[in-house]
């Protein structure tokens, strides 16, 4: 059973950055980050393979955010530069059994308990 542990959520202003990492108790494949806003479904943000070779992006976050994993230590990062009110929500990193990528939450099996990230304008 891997767990999962956010940390680096916050408050930052509209044009600002923050960095969200995670890490897992143990060896995750395929990663992901989603998010959720109260009375909305979650939402897929980022995910990254195993090896790290492909990527793939929410349109929303396109170009404004990056995700990286260090397999060495279990961990994934999301780097979220230009952040934007809308941007504001629970993030959840996620993981799933498989080492290909997808941007389908029911198909990743361990979740943190998320990370509050709150952009104001």
């Known amino acids: 059973q891997v767990q999962l542990v956010e940390s680096g959520g916050g408050l930052v202003q509209a044009g600002g950055s923050l960095r969200l990492s995670c890490a897992a108790s143990?060896?995750?494949?395929?990663m992901g980050w989603f998010r959720q806003t109260p009375g909305k479904e979650r939402e897929f943000v980022a995910a990254?393979?195993?090896?790290?070779?492909?990527?793939y992006f929410a349109d929303s976050v396109k170009g404004r955010f990056a995700i990286s994993r260090d397999n060495a230590k279990n961990t994934v990062t999301l780097q979220m530069n230009s952040l934007k009110p809308e941007d504001t929500a629970v993030y959840y990193c996620?993981?799933?059994?498989?080492?290909?990528?997808?941007?389908?939450?029911?198909?990743?099996?361990?979740w943190g308990q998320g990370a509050q990230v709150t952009v104001s304008s």
């Open positions: 143990e060896r995750a494949f395929g």
């Open positions: 990254i393979s195993w090896r790290g070779l492909t990527t």
């Open positions: 996620a993981a799933r059994d498989g080492v290909a990528v997808t941007t389908v939450h029911k198909d990743y099996r361990y």
